[in-house]
């Protein structure tokens, strides 16, 4: 098994541009969650997925921010306009339903936003 | 409400001597408890699991934590720490089915 896969691992982009990361939950998986985590907030849930639908988004900052998971095996957490205080490290963790409920994270992409 | 605390944020210890971690929750009901490592750079890592089975839980690379609901409590320990287990490590508490809370995190640092 290949893990919860996230792209790109590093991304350095400019203030206002659109930035696009991307997760594969490993196979078999049906909830998927975004975190993001700074030293300052700690790791913040940002929206969770069951079966493919959103089930709670109120952690995402704000409307600059939107997520999709067109399919069991993608979601995508864009940032439109993109902004310095957005430099963080993103997460993606899947989890199955089961003993324990344990999520499973990928290994993140950190973002700089100048 | 509920919460979980690490009561250090900074631990260090010499190769070769004990670990100790601590974690402190509050739960309205048993909650699954969880202790991730994450290493610089990297995502978090299972360490082990707490959900309602064996009060002692063993966990990978020697780790075990111990929940005592009457100190809510899951401290996570290592008899030896290895020059390898210097990370970050966090404290997790489920608070509903989606709703995870995770500790301020303590990293721990292993002194040759």
């Known amino acids: 098994d290949a893990g919860v896969i996230q792209s790109p691992r590093h991304e350095v982009t400019e203030m206002g541009q659109e930035v696009t990361l991307r997760c594969k939950p490993i196979s078999g998986h049906n909830s998927l969650f975004w975190y993001r985590q700074t030293m300052m907030r700690g790791l913040e849930l940002l929206i969770y997925f069951n079966n493919n639908v959103p089930i709670d988004d109120s952690g995402m900052p704000e409307d600059r921010f939107s997520a999709k998971m067109p399919n069991a095996s993608f979601s995508t957490l864009k940032i439109q306009p993109s902004e310095p205080r957005d430099s963080a490290v993103y997460f993606c963790?899947?989890?199955?339903?089961?003993?324990?409920?344990?999520?499973?994270f990928g290994p993140g992409t950190r973002l700089l936003v100048l | 409400a509920q919460s979980v605390t690490q009561l250090d944020s900074h631990v260090s210890v010499s190769e070769g001597t004990p670990v100790l971690l601590r974690c402190n929750y509050s739960s309205s009901y048993s909650p699954s408890l969880f202790w991730y490592v994450q290493h610089p750079n990297k995502g978090l890592q299972l360490l082990l699991k707490?959900?309602?089975?064996?009060?002692l839980v063993k966990g990978i690379n020697g780790f075990e934590a111990e929940f005592k609901k009457s100190e809510t409590s899951f401290h996570l320990t290592k008899p030896s720490a290895h020059m390898s287990d210097a990370a970050e490590y966090f404290c997790v508490v489920r608070i509903r089915t989606y709703k995870y809370i995770f500790g301020t995190g303590t990293r721990l640092k292993v002194l040759a």
């Open positions: 707490y959900t309602s089975a064996a009060t």
């Open positions: 963790a899947s989890r199955t339903v089961g003993a324990g409920e344990t999520q499973y």
